[in-house]
């Protein structure tokens, strides 16, 4: 493994049903992000976590939950899934939260909401 | 709230031709990224422009940041057909403090003719 990855590389999904996006990284970075890319409105940040054990809402936090149990792990959570969460969303890591550090970004998972 | 704006928002050019893509913020920040993205492909970093004045220069492309207009800048110079991508600008959303948490434009798709 190098770098980021994400898990599923795309997903068509009930509305109504949980579920969870996964992103692992082996960069031993400390920051870790959820973003999600909607055609037209660019890439919008969804939580964050400046390193393992905390955790923070980004600028469209609602409807999704995160979690950091260790560094290389950053779950996303959808409890029940509606068809506005249609989207692409990205995983990226930084070094740390500090905003010198560039940010990484994973290859996505597509995600439809039916 | 902080807003970053792109323009133009979509650009045809041929190959061999320069132009300069804008990106506006309405915030004070001195941290400023540029993204480049393949259709369907994650986001790969560009520059990281760290202070007012800062210029990076990359191949063709070439970014600057003038903090006190709260604009930056990538000009592309004798463009190529590889430079087709959409490209976009983040800015850091907390001037002053430390955590990097990134607004995004909403990008401008570059097309390169020949």
């Known amino acids: 493994i190098a770098g980021i990855t994400q898990a599923p590389t795309s997903q068509i999904l009930a509305a109504g049903r949980r579920m969870t996006l996964r992103c692992t990284q082996d960069?031993?970075?400390?920051?870790m992000y959820w973003y999600r890319q909607d055609l037209g409105l660019g890439l919008r940040l969804i939580h964050y976590?400046?390193?393992?054990?905390?955790?923070g809402k980004g600028e469209v936090p609602d409807g999704y939950s995160v979690s950091r149990a260790n560094t290389d792990d950053f779950p996303l959570t959808l409890a029940s899934a509606v068809p506005s969460q249609t989207s692409v969303y990205f995983c990226?890591?930084?070094?740390?939260?500090?905003?010198?550090?560039?940010?990484?970004f994973g290859p996505g998972t597509r995600l439809t909401v039916l | 709230e902080l807003k970053v704006e792109q323009n133009p928002l979509f650009l045809s050019m041929q190959e061999g031709k320069n132009y300069t893509i804008y990106c506006n913020y309405s915030?004070?920040?001195?941290?400023l990224y540029w993204y480049r993205q393949d259709p369907g492909k994650s986001l790969e970093s560009l520059f990281v422009?760290?202070?007012?004045?800062a210029v990076k220069q990359e191949g063709r492309l070439m970014a600057s940041l003038d903090t006190k207009a709260r604009l930056s800048t990538l000009h592309i110079t004798a463009a190529v057909h590889d430079l087709s991508a959409t490209y976009f600008c983040?800015?850091?959303?907390?001037?002053?403090?430390?955590?990097?948490?990134?607004?995004f434009g909403k990008g401008t798709k570059l097309s390169v003719k020949p």
């Open positions: 422009l760290l202070s007012n004045g």
């Open positions: 990226a890591t930084s070094a740390s939260s500090a905003s010198w550090n560039e940010q990484f």
């Open positions: 915030t004070t920040s001195d941290r």
């Open positions: 976590s400046n390193t393992a054990g905390t955790t």
């Open positions: 960069m031993r970075h400390n920051a």
């Open positions: 983040a800015v850091d959303m907390n001037y002053g403090g430390s955590q990097g948490n990134l607004i």
